[in-house]
């Protein structure tokens, strides 16, 4: 049966076609990760993942299909807020295409599309422009659903530390403030952006009163805005989808400031798109990876025409180019802001300059982040190329691990695997974004089951060695053969 002939057919028709497809793909064999325990007695965690977002969501479908099921994923937000999408990621849609595929993993029953399409039909399907950002939501909370995926959310990860050979995780469960160490052999941090450093905001803002501003990820009242002059700072899409929000609330006008002497409106990642960039970027030397990142970071992204017209069909927006912020002043109860293209007051300020990578700013990465290498520990770039920003992004192994700004000061950092946007100079767009996921998610549940599969090789000689399980029986002999058809275990 095609997607076409089950078009609109109900989200419970497709929960049954994915009940009949995932056993077509299991490969024959139960578990095999040996046990670990602790000194207690307590089973020791394979992987505990970080973040039950877009990101966690997909690698515990790929450790699953690995069948590494002896895992916890975590996240301290609420059901349904995990990822950007209902806090400050205020776009209407999706800026990927709406055939992007990614947490599904290659599996067409699980894709958008076909989640899409049987509630809504083919015709709805060809008709839409982008997934909404709503939709993309209830669409990962459905996967995680019928993959049988549990996220523990409220419960935040503070601290991590080396137990060797494991690791111990601190998990503070926000609603009861109790606090558990939970023991794993790796940890993966799958939280978008924001366990990589922190959200930059220019020192010009530092004498504002917090009352008259906002940074775009902090919570905003835009309900609040009705009436009033709003100016943003910021060339990204963000900043735009600030500024449109606060139109669509009713501000009385709208002024975005950008620095450049005009927009970014060719989308460089557009470009790289292919399976070559994505899939193998990881593979060119040091040289290249430096060259390709430094430019398209620099470059920056493009927004989407949609985030314009969101933007432009207000008479009330106003965008002002070469206009940084240079100085900011009380204006009574507004603030009036100084820029090279001239004076404005405004009575509120939102600004959306982005993010600083910095993995010694995050309080749970303390006593980790000092251990691990960063660009800057290992690469020198030739003269017209040095960009100290780019130096401050961590250094990663080939399966997105940690690995040691000294060696031999921090062996196991190579247990912590880091799928954010830190992954970026390693790995090209791959921790925070859908287009890489297919790419990105299967090469580090690869790398896990490779590292778990190496540290147990003693534990699978002796169990190979042990192995005297017959094919068949002879007339009369007692005993147990082997199943016709392997078992598949899923407990």
């Known amino acids: 049966m095609t997607v076409t002939d089950t078009a609109g057919m109900g989200l419970q028709a497709l929960e049954q076609r994915v009940a009949e497809d995932l056993p077509k793909i299991a490969y024959p064999s139960g578990r095999w990760v040996p046990p670990h325990h602790t000194a207690d007695g307590t089973r020791i965690l394979d992987v505990l993942i970080v973040g039950g977002g877009q990101g966690g969501t997909a690698i515990a479908h790929a450790l699953t299909r690995q069948r590494i099921v002896n895992f916890r994923i975590v ?21 990927s295409p709406k055939a992007v595929t990614g947490p599904d993993l290659d599996i067409p029953s699980l894709t958008f599309q076909a989640w899409f399409e049987a509630q809504h039909g083919v015709a709805a399907w060809e008709e839409l422009n982008k997934i909404d950002k709503g939709d993309w939501v209830a669409y990962l909370l459905w996967l995680r659903r019928v993959l049988d995926l549990n996220v523990e959310n409220g419960k ?28 794993a052999r790796k940890i993966v941090l799958a939280t978008g952006i924001e366990s990589s450093g922190r959200w930059w905001t220019p020192r010009v803002m530092e004498p504002v009163d917090k009352r008259f501003w906002a940074h775009t990820c902090e919570e905003i009242d835009f309900a609040a805005l009705a009436g009033r002059r709003v100016a943003v700072l910021g060339a ?34 557009r470009w790289l798109s292919f399976p070559g960039f994505l899939g193998h970027f990881h593979t060119l030397d040091d040289a290249w990876r430096w060259r390709f990142m430094n430019y398209l970071l620099s ?21 002002r180019t070469q206009a940084a912020w240079e100085r900011i002043e009380p204006a009574g109860d507004a603030v009036r802001i100084t820029t090279p293209s001239g004076a404005l007051e405004a009575d ?34 030739p003269a017209g190329e040095e960009n100290p920003r780019l ?29 954010t946007f830190g992954a970026t100079m390693s790995f090209g767009p791959s921790g925070a974004s859908i287009n890489a996921m297919k790419f990105a998610v299967p ?6 089951a490779r590292d778990l599969f190496h540290e147990d090789v003693a534990d699978h000689w002796e169990n190979l060695t042990g192995f005297q399980l017959p094919e068949f029986l002879f007339d009369g002999e007692e005993g147990e053969a082997a199943p016709a058809v392997p078992v598949i275990d899923r407990g």
């Open 75 to 95: 996240d301290q937000s609420e059901p349904g807020l995990e990822g950007p999408w209902n806090t400050y990621a205020r776009m209407a849609t999706l800026r």
């Open 348 to 381: 509120y300020l939102i600004v959306g300059t982005g993010f600083d990578m910095d993995m010694a700013l995050r309080p749970e990465l303390d006593g980790v982040a000092e251990h691990v290498a960063r660009w800057s520990d290992r690469y020198v770039p």
């Open 156 to 183: 935040r990860v503070e601290r991590i530390e080396p137990a060797a050979p494991y690791l111990v995780a601190t998990v503070r469960n926000l609603a009861t403030g109790a606090e558990e160490r939970v023991t």
């Open 236 to 269: 990204g899409a963000s900043a735009f989808d600030n500024a449109a929000t606060a139109l669509e609330a009713g501000a009385a006008s709208v002024t975005l400031c950008v620095r450049r002497p005009e927009l970014q409106r060719v989308q460089p990642f």
């Open 443 to 448: 090469r580090m549940a690869a790398g896990i």
């Open 299 to 319: 470059m920056r992204e493009a927004f989407p025409r949609e985030t314009w017209q969101r933007v432009a069909r207000h008479g009330t927006f106003q965008l």
């Open 391 to 419: 130096g401050r992004y961590p250094y990663l192994g080939p399966a997105y691990e940690l690995l040691e700004r000294e060696p031999g000061a921090a062996p196991w950092l190579k247990h912590i695997r880091l799928f």
